[in-house]
């Protein structure tokens, strides 16, 4: 024996791809869950994003054209719909907790511990920011004080701004909306 290696829970795995937006992490995942059904490693990109379809199929309501594992490809697509679907599902998980654990929380950490700094509001956001090129969004849900949750997805796509201008001009709309959903409901 020369070398061994205990790699961490896979739980520890999916909260530091989520709450740090650890793109390589899920690309990582993918690929692993694809060597599993390949012939060589040079496919497994491709049978990780079939098993992934295969998963997905099995939840009502959702579609998702998947390409990879981070959904950085301009080929992957999904809705907003879809994805509330998802978190309807992962509500229904006895995972639940790790993934919701997992997503970043607003003023707390990950990529949401600078959003809602300066915002009052006694309500819990945890969300997954999502950024690529001309498209920012964010997706999660509102935990309220008596406990009522809001499920939340936001895209704003092709809005032709780069990554600073949308810092400053898309980011504070999409928290806005939030801001309004947890009033309004």
Do not use: C
């Not at 740090?20 to 059904?37: K, P, V």
């Not at 579609?63 to 879809?82: A, E, I, M, P, V």
């Amino acid at each position: 024996l020369i070398h061994t290696h205990y790699s961490a829970p896979l739980s520890a795995i999916i909260n530091e791809m989520l709450k740090f937006s650890r793109n390589n992490y899920a690309e990582s995942l993918i690929r692993i869950i694809g060597e599993e059904n390949s012939i060589s490693k040079k496919d497994s990109q491709e049978k990780g994003v079939e098993k992934l379809r295969e998963f997905i199929k099995k939840i009502p309501s959702i579609t998702l054209d998947g390409f990879d594992g981070s959904g950085l490809s301009l080929q992957t697509r999904t809705t907003s719909n879809s994805i509330i679907s998802l978190f309807d599902y992962i509500n229904q998980q006895p995972y639940k907790e790790i993934i919701w654990s997992s997503l970043p929380q607003a003023k707390i950490d990950g990529t949401l511990k600078s959003r809602f700094e300066n915002i009052k509001s006694d309500s819990q956001i945890y969300a997954k920011t999502g950024t690529h090129q001309e498209t920012n969004s964010l997706s999660g849900k509102i935990v309220q004080n008596d406990g009522d949750k809001i499920l939340f997805s936001i895209h704003i796509t092709n809005h032709g701004l780069n990554a600073r201008e949308a810092t400053v001009t898309i980011i504070p709309i999409i928290d806005q909306i939030i801001l309004l959903l947890d009033k309004q409901f």
